[in-house]
């Protein structure tokens, strides 16, 4: 009750950036983990880029749809060779290409949203790309400095969701309702928040037993930030496209509205 009514300490950047609670071999691996993560980040923009590009000159070729299936099934493969490559010390540089292969043809995938998406409003591309940084950043540290048992609450509570995800998208298939679609991509953003905590605090949890694979570690988190940046895109662009017919609508209104004065203008001067 105290910490709730009482004197509260100011947050401090200190604070948050202490991160002495963890052992320096953790702290070790997790460096090494969030700099793949950010050189995996850097290749998929990469990627995206590359395909967005190919997408303004080609636009609708049948080539374009048969390149992002390949790409689909690229990035598979690679990261089953990361899973099928276990880690020797020798082996990384190796493994790490796998890493990028694998970011470059899912930001390659990513390309045909981010085309769409620029056609409605670019502006949301980078909306989306700050919330999804400021959301991983966020349950991140709140993973970090949570306490070890949160990791089975976590769990449980993810199973639960995607099972209710699954069935809802079954569900869907025959309904065709789009509320359960809408339901959907908001529950599947709640599923991918609470898988940064769960990864990031399977990832401590690893570490601590003996297990120093941050590539395979760091594959884990890149498609959580993935995960957030597809949701929350699907989310503002639906925002913005609604938003853009409403104002078509209200515009049309008007016009009929006014179409309507003139003609009473019209029988008025007729009358008169």
């Not at 609508?249 to 016009?255: F, K, L, N």
Request: proline content about 1%; some cysteine.
């Amino acid at each position: 009750m105290d910490s709730l009514f009482g004197n509260r300490r100011p947050i401090s950047l200190k604070a948050m950036s202490d991160f002495s609670s963890l052992e320096p071999p953790v702290r070790k691996h997790l460096k090494n983990v969030y700099t793949c993560l950010t050189l995996s980040i850097l290749t998929a923009a990469a990627g995206s880029f590359f395909s967005l590009t190919l997408f303004q000159a080609f636009q609708h070729a049948w080539y374009l749809r048969l390149s992002l299936f390949l790409a689909s099934i690229a990035s598979l493969g690679f990261v089953l060779a990361i899973a099928f490559t276990k880690d020797n010390g020798k082996n990384r540089m190796t493994r790490l290409g796998y890493l990028l292969g694998a970011a470059s043809c899912t930001g390659y995938v990513l390309g045909e949203a981010l085309y769409y998406t620029i056609q409605l409003n670019p502006s949301i591309i980078f909306t989306a790309l700050t919330g999804t940084s400021l959301i991983f950043l966020s349950f991140t540290l709140s993973s970090l400095f949570a306490e070890r048992r949160t990791f089975l609450y976590v769990s449980s509570l993810l199973m639960s969701l995607v099972t209710l995800s699954l069935m809802t998208v079954i569900t869907n298939l025959f309904m065709r309702s789009y509320f359960l679609y809408q339901a959907q991509i908001y529950l599947g953003l709640v599923i991918m928040c609470l898988f940064v905590i769960y990864d990031t605090q399977l990832i401590v949890d690893r570490c601590r037993n003996g297990e120093k694979d941050y590539i395979s570690h760091s594959v884990m988190l890149f498609f959580d930030f993935v995960g957030i940046f597809r949701r929350l895109l699907q989310i503002l662009s639906h925002m913005v496209s609604v938003s853009f017919l409403a104002e078509r609508i209200s515009s049309r209104r008007i016009m009929i509205l006014e179409l309507f004065l003139k003609l009473d203008r019209v029988e008025l001067s007729l009358h008169a």
